[in-house]
């Protein structure tokens, strides 16, 4: 099942993400994928700001991993933001525990998830951010299991 919407702005995007990070819940695996600057940066501060985290986020491009702590509805969230974009090997990616991370019970959004198919069947959902012309996007959220 999935869900496609074109954007028109980084707010309009911001705001997609919002509604997508709503319904997440903590143990599910987001793949967010797309070109450079087709905005996975703007979608993961909306995400962020759902979870009252996003006085927390950083571009995550020269560390592997950030770990936001936020909140939704009252309970506390532990939010993980994987970037894959330097890494350059499975193995060098197995080497930073990052299938340890994906088995816990956090929320984590992993940019860049596509580069390494070996851990597709651990996302529970897939965002691809497309350009569709100018300042178009377009943005396909795909449930995928897990």
């Not at 070109?35 to 759902?50: C, D, H, N, S, Y």
């Not at 571009?59 to 950030?66: H, K, V």
């Not at 009252?74 to 933001?81: F, I, N, P, S, Y």
């Not at 956090?106 to 691809?128: K, N, S």
Request: glycine content about 8%.
């Amino acid at each position: 099942m999935s869900d496609e919407f074109l954007s028109r702005s980084p707010e309009e995007t911001m705001e997609y993400a919002r509604r997508f990070a709503s319904d997440l819940r903590p143990g599910e695996t987001v793949s967010l994928c797309g070109q450079l600057g087709a905005g996975k940066t703007v979608f993961m501060r909306g995400i962020t700001e759902v979870f009252n985290c996003d006085d927390q986020l950083s571009s995550p491009t020269f560390s592997l991993l950030n770990i936001y702590h936020g909140s939704l509805k009252g309970e506390d969230v532990t939010l993980h933001h994987f970037d894959l974009y330097r890494i350059k090997t499975v193995k060098e990616l197995a080497a930073t525990g990052f299938d340890e991370y994906l088995s816990g019970a956090y929320l984590a959004v992993v940019e860049w998830g596509d580069r390494f198919p070996e851990f597709a069947d651990r996302y529970t959902v897939t965002v691809t951010l497309e350009h569709a012309g100018d300042d178009l996007r377009r943005i396909t959220i795909k449930r995928t299991g897990g």
